[in-house]
């Protein structure tokens, strides 16, 4: 069983920084990709970030040279540094793993998900 649970979320004004936490129980050695997603209200969840096991990264254009993920497995941790944030930025962002689970036998994907935290971009 593996629960992730996101912290650093909060208000901040237009070109500050947060960084988003999301702690991993169980071993973050079992999870494979993991992720940021981020909602706004009346907008489709979007991807904002992924990192492989192996450590290569992809970011939504909307945010490359803005945010940086990391993955910190010494201490089950998934990070998104956010910096120059925008009001665009507001959303819930949520962090997700990638897992394998087997189920009668047969290998199958399984993601899981955090409960969200909330980032608000005053102007």
């Known amino acids: 069983q593996v629960q992730l649970v996101e912290s650093g979320g909060g208000l901040v004004q237009t070109g500050g920084s947060l960084r988003l936490s999301c702690a991993v129980s169980?071993?973050?050695?079992?999870?494979?990709?993991m992720g940021w997603y981020r909602q706004s209200p009346g907008k489709q969840r979007e991807l904002v970030a992924s990192i492989t096991s192996g450590g290569s990264t992809n970011y939504a254009t909307s945010v490359k040279g803005r945010f940086t993920i990391s993955r910190d497995n010494a201490n089950n941790r998934l990070h998104l540094q956010m910096n120059s944030l925008k009001p665009e930025d507001t959303a819930v962002y949520y962090c997700?793993?990638?897992?394998?689970?087997?189920?009668?036998?047969?290998?199958?994907?399984?993601?899981?998900w955090g409960q969200g935290t909330q980032v608000t971009v005053s102007s």
């Open positions: 169980g071993s973050i050695f079992s999870i494979n990709a």
């Open positions: 997700y793993g990638d897992r394998s689970v087997v189920a009668g036998g047969v290998p199958i994907p399984f993601r899981s």
